[in-house]
Nanobody, 124 residues
Framework: QVQLVESGGGLVQAGDSLRLSCVASGRTFSGYFMGWFRQAPGKEREFVAAISTSGGNTYYTDSVKGRFTISRDNAKNTVLLQMNSLKPEDTAVYYC?????????????????WGQGTQVTVSS
């Protein structure tokens, strides 16, 4: 059974950092794109970041560029999201997603499995 388990969320102040981790089990995801999405209260789940199979290419939504970094360790079946200079508008539940077999990396429908989510709250 495929599982994605996120961890690392929490309550922080504006300007602080957090590192989210996603551990995949049940199959190897090293040959596929992986992504992070987030959902704020009352809003649609939105794309945050994605990473290519080897980690050589990364993609971000404009609002997090320069602050967030996605990375992966294929040997450990793990995807990380380093979040720096956090802002109150980053407050959301963050979801790990993958693998992406086909379709746009920016669309939720392109990803086959989802984690349960981890809450990130940034106070001003």
């Amino acid at each position: 059974q495929v599982q994605l388990v996120e961890s690392g969320g929490g309550l922080v102040q504006a300007g602080d950092s957090l590192r989210l981790s996603c551990v995949a089990s049940g199959r190897t995801f090293s040959g596929y794109f992986m992504g992070w999405f987030r959902q704020a209260p009352g809003k649609e789940r939105e794309f945050v970041a994605a990473i290519s199979t080897s980690g050589g290419n990364t993609y971000y939504t404009d609002s997090v560029k320069g602050r967030f970094t996605i990375s992966r360790d294929n040997a450990k079946n793990t995807v990380l999201l380093q979040m720096n200079s956090l802002k109150p508008e980053d407050t959301a539940v963050y979801y790990c997603a993958g693998p992406r077999y086909s379709g746009s990396i920016y669309l939720r429908s392109s990803y086959s499995y989802w984690g349960q989510g981890t809450q990130v709250t940034v106070s001003s």
